[in-house]
C-alpha cells in the first residue's frame, strides 16, 4: 500500500518536472535573483475579432534560467473573458516567487507591472466586452479595421514608464492589490488555455529565448497568433518609434499608435473592467471611420464625398456570460 502511494507521488514529480516552471498557475515556482527588463517590441496586427492580447513575459526553466514568452493574441475562451498576466513577486527569503496568469470576467493584480499595450500596471486599457462583442481601443492596439470591426478611439495618460519586470524587493514596482483586485483574484477563473500552454512550450524550447543567450534581447518578442506554429513563423517584431510609444507611453507618432498624452476626454485607469453602455457601429468601408461607444465622447471623422450605405446592425447579444463550469477559483501567492 506504501509503495503505492510512493508511486503515484513519484510519477506526479516526474510530470511537474517534464513542463516549464511556469506554465500553471498552481505549480509553485521560486527563483533566488530578480527577471531581466520588459524588452520593448512592436505588438503585431490584431488577427480579427474577438482575439485578446496576452502580454509577453519571462519564464523560469530549471534548465536555462529566464526566456521570454512572446506577446500573443489569443481566442478569448468565453464571452466576457479577460486576461489577468501573471508577475514575479518579491517574497520572503529573497526569492522571486511567480503568481500565474488567469481568464476571468475582471482584471485582476498583475504587480503593478507595466507590460505595456494597455496592461499598464492596473486594469487594461486595451478593450471592453460590449453585448457580447469585444471593442477594441485603436489608439492602443495595432488594428486594421478590415479584420476588426468593433473599434474606438481613447488616449490614455500612462504614469508608469518602468520596464521593471517584477513586485517587490530591490529595485522592484512598489504596488499593492486594490480591494477590486483583490476580489477578481478570487473569482472564479480558469489558467491559461491549451494554446498558451503550447506557446509557452514553443519558447521553452528556443535556446535564443533564453536571457543568458539573448542578453535580454530576445529573438521573437510577439507573435500574431499563440501555439508552437504561429512561434515558428513569428517575425522578431523589433522595438520602433511607435512601439515604444504604445508599448510604455514614451512621445511618439504614428499610425495605429496616437499619442498618450493627457487629453479632456481621459478616464482613469481602473483596477476592474466594467460593463459599459451599448455601442453604436458604423461601416467599415474607411480605416478612418470606427465604431463608437456612446460612453465616450466621440471622435471627429473626416467627411465623406459620397454616402455610404448602412450595414444592417447585428442584433445585440448577452452581455457576459460566467467561465465555464470547468474552471474553479484558485488560490495565486
Keep these: 500500500m ?19 516552471a ?9 527563483v533566488n535573483f530578480a527577471p531581466p527588463e520588459m524588452p520593448i517590441y512592436e505588438q503585431p496586427l490584431c488577427p480579427g475579432d474577438g482575439y485578446m492580447w496576452t502580454p509577453g513575459y519571462w519564464a523560469y526553466s530549471p534548465d536555462g ?8 493574441w489569443v481566442l478569448a475562451p468565453y464571452t466576457g473573458a479577460l486576461w489577468t498576466p501573471g508577475y514575479w513577486g518579491y517574497g520572503d527569503g529573497g526569492l522571486y ?17 507595466n507590460y505595456g499595450y494597455g496592461y499598464f500596471g492596473r486594469g487594461y486599457e486595451g478593450g471592453y466586452w460590449n453585448h457580447g462583442a469585444f471593442t477594441y481601443n485603436r489608439s492602443i492596439n495595432h488594428i486594421d479595421v478590415n479584420r476588426v470591426h468593433n473599434v474606438y478611439e481613447h488616449n490614455v495618460n500612462i504614469e508608469n514608464h518602468s520596464r521593471v519586470a517584477f513586485n517587490g524587493g530591490n529595485g522592484g514596482v512598489r504596488a499593492e492589490a486594490s480591494p477590486q483586485e483583490r476580489i477578481a483574484e478570487h473569482e472564479q477563473h480558469i489558467n491559461s488555455v491549451p494554446m498558451q500552454q503550447q506557446h509557452e512550450h514553443a519558447a521553452a ?3 535564443a529565448q533564453f536571457a543568458n543567450v539573448n542578453h535580454g534581447q530576445p529573438a521573437v518578442a510577439a ?6 506554429q504561429g512561434f515558428q513563423q513569428a517575425l522578431a517584431h523589433p522595438a520602433n518609434p511607435q512601439a515604444i510609444q504604445a508599448a510604455h507611453g514614451a512621445p ?9 498624452q493627457p487629453q479632456s476626454n481621459s478616464r482613469p485607469s481602473t483596477g476592474v473592467q466594467q460593463a459599459r453602455p451599448q455601442q453604436q457601429t458604423q461601416p467599415q468601408a474607411r480605416p478612418q471611420q470606427q465604431a463608437q461607444p456612446q460612453a465616450r465622447p466621440q471622435p471627429q ?3 465623406r464625398p459620397q454616402q455610404q450605405q448602412a450595414r444592417p446592425q447585428a442584433q445585440p447579444q448577452s452581455q457576459s456570460r460566467p467561465a465555464p463550469q470547468g474552471g474553479g477559483d484558485e488560490h495565486h501567492r
Design 2 to 20: 506504501r509503495g503505492s502511494r510512493f508511486l503515484r507521488y513519484l510519477l506526479l514529480l516526474v510530470a511537474l518536472v517534464a513542463v516549464p
Design 22 to 30: 511556469t506554465s500553471f498557475a498552481g505549480v509553485f515556482v521560486s
Design 65 to 72: 534560467g529566464y526566456y521570454w514568452v512572446p506577446g500573443t
Design 97 to 113: 516567487m511567480w503568481h500565474g496568469g488567469y481568464w476571468g470576467l475582471h482584471i485582476g493584480f498583475y504587480g503593478g507591472v
Design 205 to 207: 524550447s528556443n535556446r
Design 223 to 228: 507573435t500574431d497568433h499563440a501555439g508552437r
Design 252 to 260: 511618439a507618432a504614428g499610425r495605429g499608435f496616437q499619442s498618450n
Design 301 to 303: 471623422q473626416q467627411a
